[in-house]
């Protein structure tokens, strides 16, 4: 079975903070994303990643960066957190070239608090 | 248009009962398409893929795609209380690299 692990559950962080969020995938898989979920507005893309050290802006890239060095680990900073991006945090991987075919798996989530 | 588009509900639906989701897509050129289980406070968790037109079974979970028409839909037979979830419909774009589009999930509620 695939793992994706991400390392906090919950997350309060207070404004202007330089915060981290990372995921770690066990299963080899080429392509990473991070989403962020809120009430009504359904999952949302920020940022992926189909290589080491290569990321593509999602839909919503703004006040984010991201980091993957390592193909199993791929990273989401909030440079300087805002309120408004208080939300729950899903990362997501699935396999490379045949990643057209695959479906995306999900770790448990990060529920982040900016205060 | 969106991408990806599901009715909201929720949908009510007596225990034993067959629950009916339904998904249509707008990219005509969709290869894979899947079906997310989504408990409240949860990460979505996948349940189905389907990948050719008909129909594909799984335990009391049926998908069937119509690539024709655009659609994807998702049956629960025997509907059971621990089914109430959202059920997120995703669809893999062929271009632009490998992203999934999710549609915005339909909750279902069924009833003891």
């Known amino acids: 079975d695939v793992k994706v692990t991400q390392s906090s559950r919950y997350l309060v962080k207070r404004t202007g903070e330089k915060v981290f969020l990372e995921c770690v995938q066990d299963?080899?898989?080429?392509?990473m994303f991070w989403y962020r979920q809120d009430p009504g507005l359904g999952l949302r893309l920020i940022y992926f990643?189909?290589?080491?050290?290569?990321?593509e802006k999602g839909d919503i890239p703004e006040g984010y960066s991201v980091s993957r060095e390592k193909k199993e680990r791929f990273s989401l900073i909030l440079e300087s957190a805002s309120t408004n991006q208080t939300s729950m945090y899903l990362c997501?991987?699935?396999?490379?070239?045949?990643?057209?075919?695959?479906?995306?798996?999900f770790g448990d989530g990060t529920r982040l608090s900016i205060l | 248009q969106k991408e990806v588009e599901q009715n909201s509900g929720p949908l009510s639906v007596p225990e034993g009962a067959i629950a009916s989701l339904n998904c249509t897509y707008s990219?005509?050129?969709?290869?894979?398409f899947f079906w997310y289980r989504q408990y409240s406070g949860k990460s979505p968790e996948l349940i189905m893929s389907?990948?050719?037109?008909g129909d594909k079974e799984d335990g009391r979970f049926t998908a069937q795609l119509n690539k024709a028409s655009q659609y994807v839909s998702l049956l629960i037979r025997d509907s059971q209380p621990s089914d109430s979830a959202t059920y997120l419909c995703?669809?893999?774009?062929?271009?632009?690299?490998?992203?999934?589009?999710f549609g915005a999930g339909t909750r279902l509620f069924v009833k003891a």
């Open positions: 995703a669809v893999n774009k062929p271009t632009g690299g490998f992203k999934t589009i």
């Open positions: 299963m080899d898989h080429e392509n």
């Open positions: 990643s189909y290589d080491v050290k290569m990321k």
């Open positions: 990219d005509r050129v969709s290869q894979s």
């Open positions: 997501a991987s699935s396999l490379g070239q045949a990643g057209r075919f695959q479906p995306q798996h």
């Open positions: 389907i990948y050719s037109n």
